[in-house]
C-alpha cells in the first residue's frame, strides 16, 4: 500500500560549514552537508547520488541550491531544486522559487516565491512546432 522510498533525508552528514564561517563561491560536494555559517554562491550536489544539506538556524545561504534531500531552519536567498524530499522547519525563511517532489513545511517557516511541485513542472511542458516560413 505504501512505497518503500527511501523519501526522507539520511543522518549522515560528511562535511560541515561551521558557525562563523563564511564560503564565497560555489559549493560542489556528495553525501551529506550541514551548514551553519554562510555560503554566498551555489551548493550544488552530485546528481548520481543521494545527497542531503541540512541548514541550521544560524545558516544563510544566497545561490541556488539542488540537492536531493534538504532540511533548512535558516535562510536562503536564491531558487532551491530538492529532486526528493524538502523540509521547511519553523524558523526557514526561502527567498525564491521553490521545486520540490515531497514537501514538509512547519508553522512558522515563510517561502517569497513560487512552490512548483517537480511532477507539474514535467506535465506543463509543452512542444511547439515551427511552420514552415514563406
Known sequence: MFSN?????QNRIDSLVGAGTRVEGNVNF?????????????V???????STLVLSEQARVEGEI???HLVVNGTIIGPVYASEYLELQAKAKVTG????????????AI?????????????????????AAE
Open 111 to 131: 517561502v517569497e516565491g513560487k512552490l512548483i511541485h517537480l511532477a507539474e513542472a514535467a506535465d506543463k511542458v509543452v512542444a511547439f512546432k515551427l511552420g
Open 30 to 42: 556528495t553525501g551529506g552537508l550541514r551548514v551553519d555559517g554562510e555560503i554566498k554562491g551555489s
Open 5 to 9: 522510498r527511501n523519501t526522507k533525508p
Open 44 to 50: 550544488i550536489a552530485d546528481t548520481s547520488k543521494a
Open 66 to 68: 539542488r540537492v536531493t
Open 97 to 108: 522559487d521553490v521545486h520540490y517532489k515531497t514537501l514538509e513545511i512547519q508553522l512558522g
